[in-house]
């Protein structure tokens, strides 16, 4: 369930994607029964309900096409270049569904974990297309907890001169803290997610939540 009150605060840049069908997927993928394969399957198909709103501003020209039937006007996109970009490892688990929403784009990896005392996120890896200035950028990442990681992706991404208006966070979950602190570190990211939580507990674990996501996705603990 969407957290209304922080949602409200955040109205501009915070998108909550309440779709029945999301809730419902939702509802299978916080369940602690629910397989890795399934759960890796719904996150999949999450991240393209996600990709949907995330692409929803792409604009479009007018292109001639021949039906079985006669001649008329489509639609096309408008010169848009994309990026994937999965916070390794939990975001692998987004990338496909996006790209079977846009095949065309390039998939950059960044590599961070959270140390386990401090909660603060370290690099570890980070490559990227050589054209990412260039591109709407979809940063993917199932969780958004305390935010370190999310900022510290959006960090290197803009140190290679991707705008902030470019920069696109989906989630399939939030913590309040998570959203406060990308958008109080650069209030122009805008964030998508299928619900914002209550809070986090003591160990910076979203609560509900759905446990972690990246051990879900991979069958590990």
Do not use: W
């Not at 010169?79 to 496909?96: C, Q, T, Y």
């Not at 297309?129 to 935010?147: C, F, K, S, Y």
Request: with cysteine; net charge neutral; hydrophobic share 40%.
């Amino acid at each position: 369930m969407a957290n209304t009150k922080l949602a409200s605060d955040y109205a501009r840049q915070v998108t909550v994607i309440d779709h029945p069908m999301v809730q419902h997927k939702l509802s299978i993928l916080r369940d602690k029964n629910t397989s890795s394969k399934q759960f890796k399957e719904l996150v999949k198909e999450l991240a393209m309900f996600e990709g949907y709103e995330a692409t929803r501003h792409f604009q479009l020209q007018p292109v001639q096409v021949d039906t079985p039937i006669c001649k008329t006007t489509a639609y096309t996109l408008k010169g848009r270049k994309v990026a994937v970009v999965p916070i390794l490892r939990a975001g692998l688990g987004m990338v496909e569904g996006i790209l079977e929403l846009v095949p065309a784009a390039r998939v950059g990896h960044i590599g961070l974990y959270r140390d386990p005392e401090t909660h603060q996120p370290v690099e570890y890896y980070c490559k990227l297309p050589e054209d990412i200035d260039t591109r709407e950028v979809l940063l993917v990442d199932p969780m958004l907890a305390t935010g370190g990681s999310a900022v510290a992706a959006i960090e290197f991404l803009k140190r290679r001169q991707v705008s902030s208006v470019k920069i696109r966070l989906l989630v399939i979950i939030a913590a309040p803290e998570g959203i406060k602190a990308v958008l109080d570190h650069d209030p122009a990211i805008n964030i998508y997610t299928c619900a914002i939580d209550e809070r986090l507990n003591e160990k910076a674990y979203i609560v509900p939540g759905l446990g972690d996501a990246g051990d879900r996705i991979f069958g590990t603990k």
